[in-house]
C-alpha cells in the first residue's frame, strides 16, 4: 500500500486525502519509507496522515499594493521617464507622501515581474578608484544636456543643467540653461560661485566647445579659450579639463548628473519654464539636504564646513562682467513685455515683476531672478505670444477674425481685470 500512495500523490498535502482511513486503522503504511521518498521527517508525515496539517499561509497585503497602479500608471506614462527606481521612490514621496522606506520599494518592484520589466536593466559599471578633496580646494563642472521636457500643451523643448559640485562636501548648485554658449556658462559659474559664497581653488571641467579650443591628450595639454583664461584669472582659479572619453576623471558630477533626470518624471504636467525650474529646485534642495553615501554626512552641513576655506569673490566691478548683459523691463497686466516696440508672452506668474532681456542669436531670452523663463524668435509681428504661456481669455466676439493672431489681439482687447 506504501509503494501505491507513493506512486499516486505529487507532495505531502496529497496524505491528507488518506487521513481518515489511516486514522481508523484501515491503512498500513512504513512512515520510513514515506518520509524519504517526500524528503520529510517521520513526525511531519504523522501528523498528515492524523489530519494535523499547517494553516495555510495567511496572504500578506503590501503596503504598496495600493500604489500599485498608480506605479504602473507612472511607468507606462508616454511622457514620462523614470531611469532609477530612486528617482521613483523620490517622486512618490514628493507627490503622493508613500511613507515606506526605497529600499521596501525596491524590493516591491524587484518582485513584481511586470513592473520589474518597465525598468531597463542596469549595465555593468567598471570600477574606479575614488579620491577625495580637501575642504575648499575643488569644484566639478558638467552638462546634463538636451532633458526632453513636455508641457501639458504637449509642446515639447529640451534643456540642459549646469551642475556645480563642491568636491569636500558634494554640495550641488543647479540650474537650467538653454544654451551652451560662453556667455551662458560663465554666467552659470559666475552666479554659482556668489551662491556657495566663494570660490574654490581649482575647477575640474570636461571639453565643453565653449571653454576649450583644443582637449587635452596623453602628450598635450589643453589650449582654453582665451576669454576663459580671463575669467579664471579674475576669480583667481585654476583649471583642470578632463581627458576625452574619461568620466570617472569628474565622477562627482557625472554621479549628480543622474538627478537632473528627475525632471521627466513630471512630463505632460509642466505649464511653462518656471514650472520647470521650481521643480529643479525641488530635487536639488532634497539633494543637498540628503546625506551623501561618500561622507555619510548632509552635503549642506559640509557646505557650511567648507565655506570657511573659498578664497574671496572678486570685486563686483569685476564679477559684473561675466553676468549675461540685461535690459530689464516690467510684464504688463496683460502678461507682455516690450522689446522695439513689439509684444512678447512670458508666463502669467510674472505679472506685475521685472524681468531681463536678453538678445542672443535674433532670439530674445527672458530672464527672471536669473533664471531663463522664456525664449522667442524676434519677429516683426506686434504681438507674439507662445501657447504654452496659455494667454486666451472669454472674448465678445472673434468669428469675424481671418486668423489665429487676429483672434489672439480680438482676445486680449477683451481682457477683464479684478
Known sequence: MTEIIVNNIENINDLAMFADSFKKGKLKLNITKLARELNKDRKTIRNYLNGKT??????RVKYLDEYRDLIIKLLT????????????????????KITCSSSTLNRYVRMDDEINSLFNKKKTQKFYERFETNAGVQAQFDLKERIKIIYETGEIVRVNVATLTLGFSRYNVREIVLDTKYETIVNFLASAFETIGGVPKELVI?????????????????????????FLRDYDLKCKPCMPYRPETKGKTETQNKKPSQLENYNGIYIDLLDVHDKLKIINDEDNKSISQATNLPRIFLLNKEKGEFSNLPPRRISENYHLSINQVAVTKDSLVSYKSNK????????????????KNSQLHVYYNNKIVTIHNISKNKLNIKESHNLYYPSKDVKNCDSKQDIIIEEMRNIIYD
Open 54 to 59: 499547517p494553516s495555510a499561509t495567511r496572504k
Open 77 to 96: 506614462d508616454k511622457y514620462r521617464t523614470f531611469d532609477y527606481i530612486d528617482h521613483l521612490y523620490n517622486y512618490l514621496v514628493r507627490e503622493h
Open 206 to 230: 570636461d571639453n565643453i566647445k565653449c571653454l576649450v579650443d583644443k582637449p587635452r591628450t596623453k602628450d598635450r595639454d589643453a589650449v582654453l579659450n582665451v576669454k576663459f583664461e580671463e
Open 344 to 359: 512678447y508672452s512670458v508666463p502669467k506668474r510674472l505679472i506685475g515683476f521685472k524681468v531681463n532681456l536678453i538678445v
